[in-house]
Each structure stands twice: as C-alpha cells, then as structure tokens.
C-alpha cells in the first residue's frame, strides 16, 4: 500500500515526539510492505513566525491532499497576549477539513500503576474512550472582548450532536454497549438540547446500545472514583477537552494519551493529547508514546490497516511491560524519547519476524 501521510511536527516536543512516531512509521513500511511518503508542513508558532499564520494555506492543501495527518503540538507562552495564537491553528484545521469527532482512548497498563496517583485498585480494567465533538460549542462560537467585558458563546445545533453522538453508539456496539453522554442540563440549554438529542438518537437507532447521562461535575469525581465502570464516554468540545486530561491521571501521564481526530470519509488527523510542553522541549526527554499510539490509530481509522495498528499497540506496551519508561512515568529513571522509541522499533521487528518464522 502506498500513501500520503502529512507531517506538522509543530512547536515545543512536537518535533521530538514525531521523529519518533515517524521511526516507527518507516519501519512499519520496510517489515509490512508499505510505502508512507512523508511530507512536513508548518503550524502553530512556527508558522507564525515563519508566514505570520498559525496556518498558512499551503499546510491546508497538503493536508486536503494527503490520507493522514500526523501532528506534533502547538503552542508558546512567547505568544500568550497576542491576537495570533499557535492554537488557532490546530482549532482552524480541525475546521477547515470538518474532523468533527475526537476519539481519545484511555487504558491503563499494568506497569503504569506506580505512575497514577489513583490507587490500584481503581485502575484495574479501565478500559475507555472519550468521543469529543470537535468542531462546535465554544471554541468556535461568536466572541468578543473589550477592555472590561468579554464573551464566548456556546452554540449547538441537533445536527452537530446527533452526528457525533451517532459514532459514540457505534463504537458502542462493538465494545461494551454502553455510553455515557457528559452535559450539563441542569443549567445550560445548549445541553440539554444535547441530553434529548443523544437519547432520541440511542432510542431510535441503536436499540442494544445502554445511554446513560451524566453532569459534567459528577462525572469529573466518577472519573477517579469508578472509572471501570465506564466505557464510552460522549461529551461536547470543551467537556471532552477538560475530561481528557483529568483521565490521563488515571493511565499515569498525559504523556501516553493519543488521539484521532475523524470527519466523513478515511482522512483523519492524528495527534497526541499532550501539548507543546516548552519546559522540556529541545531536551530529548518527551515522553514519544502517545505520538507512536496516534499513528497506531493512524493505521487503523485512515488506512484500514488493522494488524499494523495493533502491532504498533503490541510493541508500546510490550516496551512498557520491559520497564522503558519515560521520566513523565518514573522521574528516577533514565528513559530518553529515543531510547522508548527505539525500545518499540526492537519490539516491532521482533513480533514481525516472529510472525513470519
Ligand atoms: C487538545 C488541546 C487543544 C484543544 C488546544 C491546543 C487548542 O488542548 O487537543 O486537547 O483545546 O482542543
Ligand atoms: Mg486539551
């Protein structure tokens, strides 16, 4: 197979991290047969200091062009006061190529526990998938500021929910049957507009599916008290944006989280959870996992490449499982972002070649 895979390492450990993923993406290539032609293209900070745009146009039509997006992070502090922010460019591409769903899977590992603060026995079995609707709400709603005053505001139509609430059933059906949509009906409208549209949605079409609902405040708490008992969780942008993180306590750092980012059609743009992290960019030791697991996802939501994905999921745990662990998961240690990547490029080759003997 051959495909187009464009490359926005961006700012801060974006970079890094990618170098990484994109290690195990070639190797991927020599052990399956696959050809990933690479092709980089600027975001975020450095492309406001290199065209004054968060996201110049040229990075649009690569990304139009390409099957899959791989993307590092943005974001500076040096830009925090100024009307063009690095984020504005992840929020515009995510617009512009309509990826209005976010799928952010959180599992723990068996060796992470140590990492968590949560005690152990919370850990066991956690098992989730936050689907974030991506392209609505807030970050995308009428705003303002003046000197005093400013305003956000929050829009949602039954359309954008019912799409986004839709995939979550899907996935559902062939996991464990049960979503929990996050809102805030007690307060808002925008929510329950969301409430009634998740729960027409599961009535009339996914009959099998167990919907429940939950308040976005209660569902912060279950989400360190009980997090086993939870299996897809569908919640509007910035619920899912805040809940994301709060769950990457539970897997030990924010470090592992990947991401996908789908719309209609194979393409899609994968990422991990993480940011920029300027604190340690350039310093070589960003924890490279939730870049390698997006292109796992990579392979499997854009390609369709299942036993790849699942070969690069094999090989990160495996990695784990032998103790390469980044200094986010155990600061006493000595894991460089090259040395993980390179602990899974090992395990990689060696399930391949186990597989053919
Ligand atoms: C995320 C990030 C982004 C978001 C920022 C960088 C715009 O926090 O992907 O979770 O808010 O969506
Ligand atoms: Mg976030």
Redesign the pocket.
């Known amino acids: 197979m051959r495909s187009l895979i464009a490359v926005l390492s961006g700012d801060g450990v974006g970079p890094e991290v990618c170098e990484q993923a994109l290690r195990v993406l070639e190797k991927l290539g020599e052990l399956y047969g696959h050809t990933f032609e690479v092709r980089r293209a600027a975001i975020g900070g450095e492309a406001i200091d290199a065209a004054d745009d968060p996201l110049p146009a040229a990075t649009v039509e690569l990304c139009r062009d390409a099957d899959a997006v791989l993307l590092g992070a943005?974001?500076h502090p040096r830009f925090d006061g100024q009307d063009l922010r690095p984020?504005n460019g992840?929020?515009r591409l995510r617009s512009e190529l309509e990826l209005f769903v976010n799928l952010r899977p959180i599992r723990t590992h068996e060796s992470l526990t140590d990492a968590s603060p949560i005690r152990p026995e919370y850990l066991h079995g956690v098992d989730l998938m936050i689907v974030r609707e991506l392209t609505g709400g807030l970050?995308y709603g009428e705003r303002g500021r003046d000197a005093d005053r400013a305003f956000d505001t929050c829009v949602y139509t039954r359309a954008e929910i019912a799409r986004v609430v839709r995939i979550a059933c899907q996935m559902a059906g062939e996991r464990r049957q049960l979503v929990t949509s996050v809102d805030k009906a007690n307060v808002l409208d925008t929510s329950r507009l969301w409430r009634e549209t998740a729960s027409t949605i599961a009535a009339d079409e996914f009959p099998d599916i167990t919907l429940e609902h939950g308040l976005v405040d209660s569902m912060a708490m279950h989400l360190v008290t009980r997090p086993a008992d939870f299996d897809i969780i569908v919640t509007e942008n910035m619920f899912g944006?805040i809940l994301?993180d709060e769950a990457a306590v539970l897997v030990g750092s924010l470090g592992m989280l990947p991401s996908a980012s789908l719309g209609i059609g194979q393409r899609g743009l994968y990422e991990p959870?993480h940011?920029s992290a300027p604190d340690i960019a350039g310093q070589g030791v960003a924890n490279p996992y939730a870049a390698i697991l997006s292109v796992a996802m990579l392979l499997r939501h854009s390609l369709g490449l299942q036993a790849e994905a699942a070969a690069v999921e094999a090989a990160v745990d495996a990695a784990l499982h032998d103790g390469f662990l980044p200094r986010d998961l155990d600061s006493t240690g000595a894991i460089d972002t090259a040395i993980a990547g390179s602990a899974v490029l090992e395990r990689l080759q060696a399930t391949a070649v186990a597989g053919k003997a």
């Open positions: 943005v974001g984020e992840l929020l970050y944006d994301s959870v940011g």
